[in-house]
């Protein structure tokens, strides 16, 4: 049976009952991410498009932490409360580098 290796990163808040990242065998799996402050469980100030970006910088951090990066993600899953907030987050992740754009579901 292959091994699962949890991932926290000690500059990054999360909540005490979940691990950053899981990695099994050439598999990153990375738990759901606020836009928060780095320190704590705070959300970032700037509405959807900077929480955007604060989830994508969290989320870069965890996979440097597994020697993978955002070029490297297979699939991501979006959560929004709101459809009118589409577009502020999805002119979050095309800048300022429009990433590779890996499959994804998206859930209002």
């Avoid at 991932?7 to 005490?16: M, T």
């Avoid at 402050?37 to 440097?64: A, M, P, R, W, Y």
């Amino acid at each position: 049976m292959m091994g699962v290796r949890k991932v926290n990163c000690e500059n990054l808040v999360r909540l005490p009952v979940f691990s950053h990242a899981a990695v099994a065998g050439d598999f990153i799996y990375v738990s759901g991410i606020l836009g928060t402050k780095h320190d704590k469980l705070e959300i970032v100030e700037g509405g959807v498009s900077k929480e955007t970006e604060q989830i994508l910088f969290h989320i870069s951090t965890i996979l440097n932490e597994c020697r993978a990066g955002l070029e490297d993600m297979v699939k991501v899953n979006v959560y929004l409360t709101d459809m009118n907030s589409f577009h502020d987050m999805n002119s979050a992740i095309l800048t300022p580098s429009p990433l590779i754009r890996p499959p994804e579901s998206r859930w209002v």
